[in-house]
C-alpha cells in the first residue's frame, strides 16, 4: 500500500477519533445534563465539573487526553516500523485536534481542546507533555482560572518543544509547526474566555453555573 495514502487514512481514522465528544457521552452515561446546555457551553472537562460531577470531569479528562495520545502513539510506532511516512505523525497530530475541535458527529461543534492537545504532547514525547501540563497546573492553582491556565500552557508548548528538541528528545520541525498550530488553535477558541477575563467575567474553577 502507499505510504502517503496510507497517511491520509491515519489522518482520517484520526479526525474521527478526535470527533468523539466524550464531554456528551459521559455525561448522556451518567444521566447528566448535555455539557452544551449549561455554563460556557463547552463539551470539555471543565464545563462538565459545573455539573457538579467531578467523576464526570474526571473521566471527560481522561478520555478526551486519550484520544490524543492513542492516534499519535499509534503514528509514531507506524513511522518507525516503516509503515508510516515520518511526516504522518505531525499530520495526524493535528487530524485528531481538529476533530476535537469540529467534530464530523456534532454539528462541527467541539470543545477548546485542552485535555486533548496534552494527550498529543505527551505522545510526542511524555517530558514535553509533563512540562505543559505543569504549566497549566501551576497557573491554574494560583489563579483557579482554567482558561487563563491553558492560554499560559499553549503559549509555552511550542517554546518547550524547541527547548527540549534535540536535547531532551528528537526534534522535528514538521512536529514544532504542528505544536504550533495546535497552540494557536487552542488560543483561538479561548479568544471569547480572554474578554471575559480582561472584564473581569470569566468564572473560576469548580464554580457551578446556571
Not at 527547548?163 to 483561538?188: E, F, Q, R, T
Amino acid at each position: 500500500m502507499n505510504l502517503t495514502f496510507t497517511a491520509l487514512l491515519a489522518a482520517l481514522a484520526a479526525y474521527l477519533l478526535g470527533s468523539i465528544a466524550f464531554a456528551v457521552v459521559v455525561s448522556w452515561f451518567m444521566g447528566l445534563p448535555d455539557p452544551r446546555s449549561f455554563g460556557s457551553g463547552n463539551p470539555g472537562a471543565t464545563n462538565v465539573l459545573r455539573s457538579g460531577s467531578k467523576l464526570a470531569a474526571v473521566l471527560t479528562l481522561l478520555l478526551d487526553a486519550f484520544k490524543g495520545w492513542l492516534p499519535v502513539w499509534l503514528a509514531s510506532w507506524g513511522a518507525q516500523a516503516g509503515w508510516l511516512e515520518p511526516a504522518a505523525v505531525p499530520l495526524v497530530a493535528v487530524a485528531v485536534f481538529l476533530g476535537h475541535l469540529y467534530p464530523i458527529f456534532f454539528q462541527f461543534k467541539g470543545g477548546k481542546g485542552v485535555a486533548t492537545a496534552a494527550g498529543i504532547l505527551l505522545a510526542i514525547s511524555p517530558w514535553l507533555g509533563l512540562a505543559t501540563i505543569a504549566t497549566w497546573l501551576i497557573v491554574a492553582i494560583f489563579t483557579r482560572y482554567s482558561s487563563l491556565a491553558a492560554l499560559s500552557a499553549a503559549v509555552f508548548a511550542p517554546f518547550y518543544d524547541w527547548l527540549g528538541s534535540g536535547l531532551v528528545w528528537k526534534g522535528d520541525m514538521a512536529m514544532l509547526l504542528a505544536v504550533v498550530a495546535i497552540s494557536a488553535l487552542v488560543v483561538w477558541r479561548h479568544r471569547r474566555n480572554v474578554r471575559n477575563l480582561l472584564d473581569g467575567k470569566e468564572s473560576r474553577i469548580g464554580r457551578k453555573q446556571p
